[in-house]
């Protein structure tokens, strides 16, 4: 999604009866919406909104415990980890962003994101969206402040709709820092990576010396490494979840056919000894012993990817059955016993034969060695997770 589609999006979040039966602007003029954080200001505008910034509901961590409480969204990033936190209060509410009080909003969110190790947090109360920096914990900076009601009739007041141009820099900010794929942008990763030692200490927990504090180094180092579990099992999760694809591929002969290798080689196999039967068992003196040996090697060649080297080398075995079967059929006439360099005298046979040994070498040993990174990938993870503890 890019911006002119987000914004299209944005303000469609708005329209429709997802605010007990009316539009967003209808329902801020009732004269009572006390008790709403969590129906309307969490489920009609920040969940949906999160969405439109790219996040899956399963990323949009709803009510993310902590030791100190719980911010209503903690919207993560595999690779970035907890991308920022957002807190909601009702419509009723008017925001509080006195960092001094410490029962003040802004002080309650200020707590969330210290201990969910973020840079960035949303306080809202469904009228007014503010994102806050906390790169200096101490002195946290307003970076985009957005009266949601306004931002609405101000697009709703020009032909076609528009943003006069501090509305649209507002949403272009909360756009650009907060899409979750931003979160894994090369170049933001290296700028948060490298910060200077000052920037990491403003954001350190402050355990000190005194009583209590062990238990606050206890319980964090506890959440990192339940962190650190959830994190090895997302990665598992992703590698067996590409296992369990290449897979459903792996017993196939190609990725675009949809029947598995077995029956497909099975059909080419009665396909190879009907011919040998019907138009070749007379000719060359094949007994039923050598049909089953012929039928022998092609069943090897399917059970085990290592039986043959190369389709040569099943031809080679094929032919060495029929040549032994028209030496003793013209024992008494050397020439005509003379062993056959290859199959081209029966060419469907020759085709279906090479097909079958190509097929088969190709498009299953092929796959193997990726088979193998897997499970190795598979057995470092699960150690990773359920490794001896100390």
Not at 237 to 261: G, N, S
């Amino acid at each position: 999604m890019d911006f002119t589609d987000f914004l299209t999006k944005f303000f469609g979040l708005f329209v429709g009866k997802s605010f007990r039966g009316g539009d967003y602007l209808a329902y801020l003029k009732r004269p009572t919406r006390s008790g709403d954080e969590a129906s309307i200001v969490d489920t009609a505008i920040i969940g949906p909104l999160l969405g439109l910034l790219g996040f899956e509901p399963a990323e949009r961590v709803y009510n993310l415990q902590h030791q100190n409480g719980r911010p209503d969204f903690a919207p993560t990033n595999s690779l970035y980890g907890t991308c920022f936190v957002v807190e909601d209060k009702s419509t009723s509410l008017d925001l509080n962003f006195d960092l001094n009080d410490p029962e003040s909003h802004l002080s309650q969110m200020a707590g969330y994101v210290r201990f969910a190790a973020a840079s960035l947090g949303w306080l809202t109360n469904g009228r007014q969206l503010t994102v806050w920096s906390f790169e200096n914990p101490n002195n946290p900076t307003c970076i985009i402040d957005l009266d949601i009601a306004a931002t609405i009739q101000d697009w709703h007041s020009h032909t076609p709709p528009a943003l006069s141009p501090s509305i649209e820099k507002a949403l272009h900010d909360l756009f650009d820092l907060c899409h979750k794929e931003s979160f894994s942008d090369p170049q933001r990763l290296e700028r948060e990576l490298g910060k200077d030692l000052e920037e990491w200490q403003w954001g350190a927990l402050p355990l000190g010396t005194g009583e209590g504090y062990e238990t606050v180094l206890v319980k964090e180092l506890h959440s990192l490494v339940m962190e650190l579990q959830r994190d090895a099992r997302r990665i598992l999760d992703h590698h067996l979840t590409r296992a369990a694809e290449y897979l459903d591929r792996v017993y196939r002969l190609a990725d675009d056919v949809p029947e598995p290798a077995t029956q497909k080689l099975k059909e080419l196999r009665n396909k190879v000894l009907s011919i040998l039967i019907n138009s070749c068992q007379v000719i060359w003196g094949l007994e039923d012993a050598d049909i089953e040996a012929i039928e022998t090697i092609l069943v090897r060649l399917e059970q085990d990817v290592n039986a043959f080297f190369s389709s040569k080398e099943v031809l080679a075995a094929i032919l060495d059955v029929i040549n032994a079967a028209r030496k003793r059929k013209y024992s008494n006439r050397p020439k005509a016993a003379q062993p056959m360099s290859d199959l081209d005298d029966v060419p469907p046979c020759a085709r279906l034969c090479k097909t079958i040994a190509r097929k088969h070498l190709i498009g299953t040993n092929g796959r193997q060695p990726y088979i193998m990174s897997i499970r190795l990938i598979e057995t470092s993870s699960m150690i990773t997770i359920f490794g001896p503890r100390p």
